[in-house]
């Protein structure tokens, strides 16, 4: 970063303090992770320079010889990683990628089903401020009291009722694995376009730890950069009779030019995910959480749905007295990043909710495993438990610090 360092010293100087943070503190947020230098590499290359607006073989610029190899290197691993029948590497993220899909399957205020977002549901699954709450109507299903799982009978009940034209399986604060031939049994019952967001767990599924969607449904998305391990961008995979809409509504529909630096990443990171260590990754994600998972429950904190088949677990926080937005804040001080995150059928605001929500992608990258998982579990309830000790909490940030510079973050050197 010497040049970063001659020519803008204050960039330069907030990199090198978000080094320090990131070495030194311990990641929980499940959508979170650490790419490789390899894939850091190529989004920071000569790429992002060049403009190819259209698809490999049609663009409306020249000099794309050396931008088709990459995409189309890019498009050929991301079907080999999933098994589809169609790819587009375009969307420049998550958010975007779900925006063209509903732009070119739907028309404008047709009804859509998607998860409650205070039950574990994104921000494009229909929030009413939104653009996809604006522009369509969704339909919300949610989770059972009891079990704190998704109510399919509920989904199917729904279904039936308003007849969505898309069911949208999709979510961002749900701790349990999907029965996704489920939920395509009941769109094909009432004629739904089935779509999995799949941005949460993509990893997990292109690293065989958990059942994939692609098989199933019409169409699938995910982001590239959270458990699948890649650059910040997304990708949207469909059957074949979707590929031209979907295309088309990336580009021209949505977006202009690509970004081939991205792109160039998202091949390196698929490559990476189709070697046999990434499936050991993957299976160690979920050991770590659910290893997580018991010894916070060992130490009395309840989850909601009461564990996690996935990266992600949700602590319901109530039983002991400190609300979400203050343990965020007090984790946050002693190294432990995670966030506030509202639980089911929460009594208290959005902005100051029950819950916490944490993950294990980021420290797993970081080779963290079992033993570390239960020193993590100690820290949280301990800052939980003196929340007021300043003593403690700086004590705490000690031992968080030691641990973690054992741990090697890719592309920083301590
Ligand atoms: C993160 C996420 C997205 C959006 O991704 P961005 O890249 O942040 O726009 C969409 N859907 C789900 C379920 C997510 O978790």
């Known amino acids: 970063m010497s040049k970063i360092q001659d020519q803008d010293l204050e960039i330069f100087e907030a990199i090198e303090r978000e080094k320090q943070r990131q070495a030194e503190g311990v990641e929980l947020i499940p959508s979170e992770n650490y790419t490789s230098e390899a894939v850091m590499e190529a989004c920071g290359s000569i790429l992002t320079n060049k403009y190819s607006e259209g698809y490999p073989g049609k663009r409306y610029y020249g000099g794309q010889e050396n931008i088709d190899t990459i995409e189309n290197l890019a498009i050929a691993r991301g079907k080999e990683l999933f098994g589809a029948e169609h790819v587009n590497v375009q969307p420049y993220s998550g958010s975007p990628a779900n925006t063209a899909i509903y732009f070119a399957l739907l028309e404008f205020g047709d009804t859509v089903m998607g998860l409650k977002l205070d039950h574990g549901g994104h921000i494009t699954h229909g929030l009413p401020i939104a653009f996809s709450g604006r522009a369509y109507n969704f339909v919300a299903y949610g989770v059972d009291k009891e079990t704190g799982k998704i109510d399919m009978e509920e989904v199917r009940r729904l279904a039936h009722e308003h007849k969505p034209k898309m069911i949208v399986a999709g979510f961002t604060a749900y701790p349990r694995d999907i029965d996704w031939k489920a939920f395509k049994e009941i769109c094909d019952e009432v004629g739904a376009i089935s779509m999995a967001d799949i941005s949460h767990t993509a990893g997990l599924i292109a690293g065989k730890a958990l059942e994939s969607p692609v098989p199933y449904f019409d169409v699938v998305m995910t982001t590239t950069h959270k458990t699948l391990r890649g650059p910040r961008g997304a990708m949207i995979m469909c059957k074949e009779k979707y590929a031209k809409a979907i295309d088309r509504a990336v580009f021209p529909g949505l977006q202009g030019g690509p970004h081939e630096n991205a792109i160039a990443g998202k091949a390196i990171a698929f490559k990476e995910a189709l070697q046999p260590a990434y499936q050991e990754y993957a299976q160690q994600v979920i050991k770590n959480a659910k290893h997580l998972a018991e010894e916070l429950k060992k130490r009395d904190f309840k989850l909601v749905s009461d564990g996690t088949d996935t990266h992600l677990i949700l602590v319901d926080l109530t039983n002991k007295g400190v609300p979400g937005k203050q343990a965020q804040a007090r984790l946050d001080e002693v190294g432990i990043t995670l966030n506030k995150n509202t639980i089911p059928f929460d009594p208290r605001s959005p902005m100051d909710p029950s819950g916490i929500r944490l993950g294990t992608p980021a420290i797993t990258t ?44 890719p592309g920083i050197e301590i």
Do not use: H, S
């Not at 239960?374 to 300043?390: F, G, H």
């Open 366 to 409: 970081r080779g963290m495993k079992e033993p570390e998982m239960e020193k993590i579990a100690d820290w949280i309830d301990r800052t939980i438990n003196n929340i007021d000790n300043e003593e403690m909490l700086a004590q705490i940030k000690e031992e968080v610090k030691e641990m973690c510079l054992k741990f090697p973050v």
